[in-house]
């Protein structure tokens, strides 16, 4: 009967389960998948199975740090055909990355061609480059011949793979690693391998030695790109004894005399995994908006090493403030986070101490060193047997000869021979006792090396060579035995094979020396502005449309100036590049302006509401210059107002800050400096109150409080002076014109006030 399992024309039977479920179990399947095999790296080898299998395939090649290269294209077509079935493009772009010395410590990988550089530019394909693994890979894969790990089949099951390498150093430490999977992701900066190899010396005498204490070895990261590294070393203990942290890494420079004065910044490395490139433009950048107005220029003249040059404005700012002033503003300064999640044996991730990681990495080298003595012995063990059938040969020489040449079936015979009697030797020079095992028969793999043997080892001297060869491997063996017996012997061993890695890999290797420093942060100050930016005259123009712009020197403000057609002046006066403007608002919000950010003074300018955020349906009410120990009166047409300090209305932001606040059809109208004791209102009725000066609140923000009462209308002007001076206007003819006797109009604040005085101007408005 034929099977209906898989005709087309037999209705199969459906499967059902809740959605939920079907779900659940798919989605953690793909996650457990991303965390084990792909994303996160194993503690004891410190791959990902990409890089894995990455140098497994080229050890198939053979291409050995001392041999030849082979093209890129060929590496990942055998590591995707064989071993990882992924796309062959993310199989060279992580073959290449382990090429680039800028982004691995130890670079595993040795690249022939482009391999990309640190500016970002991409490798270049992989028909063009070629590869060969490097000495320290070799270290990685050092001992696989020996059954030092376990295998695996492979995706389709014709080939097999390592479960992991029998790394001879602690390489997830020593080149990092990072990934993001489900749910949970890694981020390891790499470390020196000879600090690594003298905190697992130590944790090897000391096996419970604190995590502090191991810091005394391995002080932070050690990264390919050097700078320096400025986190508090509290901060640093607290991240390794947690596995969880950060570095604050800065760029190294130096200061380059000019002479006469003069000086520029040379940066000669810039923080790990930032690109040059991208560097410079944000450098440039932050040149271009002026916030660093002390800063100049940025040129890249950078060859095989790294050379920045920073051209200060002026040279009469310090240095290290400039370089302050960078960290705040640019990739000159990063901040590395640390999560040293890890697969701690190969299938559980977790977040692992220093300590914990390095205690893994030893537990797994002495696994290694078990099971490559124990693979040793066996194999002393075959040479034995093989050994002593040679002897037995050698010492019936002629029997042996006789059943080849004349027996039918001379591996049986030999076999069945019995050879267990004392024999001499030919020449009777000396005795010794055949070593026959047992009952004196050979075994299998005794009696086909005998055949197999050559006709020239029948020489004399060969029967010597075999006896110290078989005294040799006899007292080999039996160091093996008390290697496997002793923990105290097996951790030696480790101890002295991790000092010739140290030895292999440490200051005399190219590299091998610390690149990363360390120093104190120390904090930068807030830097006046007048200490970054040249002081210079400027007369600002702000039209009535609110184009600005700085002309160049104090010029005369009766000056006529061109403007854009329909457009004309509203403020003009003299200024300093050092200074900052306050821009006052219809909506009642001030906005501060870097007098130094201007627009220069040969075109119309820019519209001031590309400087800040002032909205299209406010209007300018004035723009001057700040003076921190002033105060202002700021009034709204409905004859609200309060007094705030000058010095409390700077904006941060381009935002600006909210200060007199109005609402419907209620606008901003005044903002003038406070001076004197007496205030005076007058609303568009003309009608004008003098109040004393105290009666009005100081305040930082709000609506206010009344100034005038008015019952049509609203407020038309508010000033300040000395009742004692006068107050004092412009009359219709132009003339200047003050009035001392003021009883008449003096009132307390909130009230009507009376007629304006003959005289008074038609605009209701005070000098």
Known sequence: MSDTKDDPNISQPELSEPLRRALGDRYLTYALSTIMHRALPDARDG?????????????????SATGGFRKSAKISGDVMGNYHPHGDAAIYDAMARLAQDFNVRYPLVDGQGNFGNIDGDNPAASRYTEARLTVVAEALLDGLNENSVDYRENYDGTLTEPVVLPAKFPNLLANGSSGIAVGMATNIPPHNIAELIDACLHLIKVPDARDDTLLNFVPGPDFPTGGVIVEPEDNIAQAYR???????????????????????????????????????????EVIQNKKIPILGDVRDESADDIRLVLEPKSKNVDPDVLMGMLYRHS???????????????????KVCSLKEVLRAFLDFRREVLIRRSQHRMEKIDHRLEVLEGFIIAFLNLDRVIDIIRYDDDPKAALMRED?????????????????????????????DAILNMRLRSLRRLEELELLREQEALMAERAGLEDL????????????????????????KYAGGARRTTFAEAGEVEDVPIEAMIEREPITVVCSQMGWV???TGHIDLTRELKFKDGDGPRFIFHAETTDRLLVFGSNGRFYTVSASNLPGGRGMGEPLRLMVDL???????DIFIHQPDRKLLVAS???????????????????GKQVLNVRGDVRAKICKPVSGDAVAVVGENRKVLVFPLDELPEMGRGKGVRLQKYKDGGLSDVTTFTLADGLTWLDPAGRTRTETELAEWSGKRASAGRMAPRGFPRDNTFT
């Open 47 to 63: 791959l990902k199975p990409v890089h894995r299998r990455i140098l497994f395939a080229m050890r198939e090649l053979r291409l």
């Open 242 to 284: 947690t596995g969880k942290g950060g570095f604050r890494l800065r760029c190294r420079y130096e200061v380059e005399d000019l002479g006469r004065g003069q000086w520029q910044i040379i940066v000669t490395e810039i923080p790990y995994q930032v690109q040059k490139s991208k560097l410079i433009e944000k450098i440039a």
């Open 331 to 349: 990739d000159l300064e990063v901040r590395f986070s640390m999560n040293m999640n890890v697969l701690i044996d190969g299938v559980t991730p």
């Open 419 to 447: 050879w267990g009697k004392d024999h001499k030797r030919a020449d009777d020079e000396h005795d010794y006792v055949s070593p026959a095992r047992g009952e004196g028969e050979l075994s299998d793999v005794q009696a």
């Open 484 to 507: 496997l017996d002793s923990v105290d012997l097996q951790w030696t061993k480790i101890s002295e094979e991790l000092k010739e890695v140290k030895k292999d890999f440490g200051k």
């Open 549 to 551: 712009r700085a002309m």
């Open 615 to 621: 909205p299209n349906e406010a209007e300018i009410i």
């Open 637 to 655: 047409s409905a004859g609200d107002g309060f007094i705030v300090p000058e010095q409390d209305v700077i904006a941060q932001t381009r935002t």
